[in-house]
């Protein structure tokens, strides 16, 4: 009862700190106001804010019209027009319009929104009326590469993974830890964490990050790393765009292998393919990247699957049956140089020999290492070919924790989820041990959790599975079961709409978030897409 009060007191007199400060934001720096407006309305003095921006001067530019692209994003639902779009050419470019901004003060309602290659699902990169900075215009400094016991490449965070491993490999080196899908930018994934199948072994991409350049929301640039400026590198470090813009990033590299053993197989039972998933994570030498995916009811399934692997024994394959099933795939790979090919196969064997799949149904590939890890964006060639690339994805991301996960399959595939066909379902888990502790990345609090990602696409004019509104609807009833408190199940690129929910989000780590908040973005200029916080003093008065 007595730490209860305490803790109360410390929130009652922090609440307070808070107000003082905003309060002392009162005194704007007037310079880029008209006097002849003492008494200005909210819409005057935006409009004055706005002729203020095309007044000021970029190494870049900043357009006010064709700005619709700035209003979409891969999602495809949400669509908020801003006023104005910069294209920075430096970093002195943000800052100079994050301190504009931030110097109107709380006279003003501009908020201001870093895009990347516009991958957000639901509008994250948007910003209603407000500024939206194309971080794809910034390249530069260009890339700059380190060797050593310790490589590293320094990158702007316009940058796009795919150009870094292009890059990179020319030096014989390779970031550590990816996403699948390559065409987004450094400052995208390390904003909210950059999790895929190397994530058990290394870490999500968060967590291969040596240093920061960040711009913050009062348009201060710093540098930041586990040695300076520490609270700030974590903050921003799956910090949702709440703290700061990432305008520079130094990424860890390691040798490069050339090629990849990829290698699928299916599984009935659940139970078998979550201990085997388990078993290869906990593994010293185990492969080098470890995924899954849940199938129900696919016809033909592994005729599919020849065009790109070959089975192991292709007689049994030919008898094996997937209709009506629903089948659980381990997806795995292992990187080598050619010279080392016989070590790996029999590497690889051992490993096999311990798992419990489905015999028939083992299939094999081998591809290049930039082929792998590009491999998405073979579909998504195929899918703009068809012209549904451009359509809208629901997705649905969630961390699991491991004591949980076996309640969480039986429900959503026993009573949610009778059908795949509208989008792949990954289910993997990874070890929380390898991830840095302290970064705003929310996860689950067991040592194991589970990446489950629905990754649906919602055919335009459909009425049926493959539509929007039966998709959202099937999303709705997975959270609905997902948000009872006692699961412990996370969202990973979380979507909320109000603070209340946010709070319950963060949960013990609010606080944190929170004064990071205050700390580095005062006025709530930055990331209004998320939702988090509302701009100014509002929210501080709570």
Known sequence: ???????????????????????????????????????????????????????MRFEGHISFENLEFAARDFGNRYHLMPSAVLHPKSVSDISSILRYVYDL??????????????????????????VVISMESLRAPEMSFHGGKHPYVDVSAGELWINILHESLKRGLTPRSWTDYLRLTVGGTLSNAGISGQAFRHGPQINNVYQLQVVTGRGEVVTCSDEQ???????????????????????????????????????SDFSTFASDQEHLISLNNSFDYVEGFIIINRTGLLN?????????????ADQFNSDGKLLFCLEVAKYYNPRESDNIDQDID???????????????????????????????????????????????????????IHEFVAEVFGNIVKDTSSGPVLIYPVNKARWKSGTSLITPDDDVFYLIAFLSSAMPSSTGKDGLEHILSQNKKILSFSQRPYLGIKQYLPHYSTEEEWEAHFGPHWEVFYRRKVSYDPLAILAPGQRIFRRGIAYALQ
């Open 1 to 55: 009862m007595v730490f209860g009060e305490c803790l109360t007191f410390i929130r009652q007199k922090t609440r307070a700190l808070l107000i003082l400060v905003f309060l002392h934001s009162f005194m704007i720096n007037r310079e880029y106001l008209c006097s002849n407006h003492p008494f200005a309305t909210p819409q005057t003095i935006e409009s004055i804010a706005h002729s203020s921006l095309a007044e």
């Open 105 to 130: 003060g709380l006279s003003s309602e501009l908020k201001v929104a870093a895009r990347g290659h516009g991958h957000s699902l639901e509008g994250q990169a948007q910003a209603y009326r407000g």
């Open 229 to 267: 400026n520490t609270d700030l590198f974590y903050a921003v470090l799956g910090g949702l765009g709440q703290f700061g813009i990432i305008t520079q990033a130094r990424i860890a590299l390691e040798p490069a292998p050339k090629m990849v053993k990829w290698i699928r197989a299916l599984y």
């Open 304 to 316: 599919n699957w020849r065009s790109s692997f070959s089975p192991k024994d292709p007689i049994r």
């Open 350 to 404: 051992t490993l096999l020999s311990e798992l419990s799949y489905i015999r028939s149904t083992l299939f094999m590939s081998e591809v290049s290492y930039v082929n792998f890890l590009d491999r998405v964006h073979v579909s998504e060639v195929k899918l703009r070919e068809e012209g549904l690339w451009e359509v809208p994805h629901p997705w649905l991301n969630l961390l699991v924790p491991q004591s949980r």
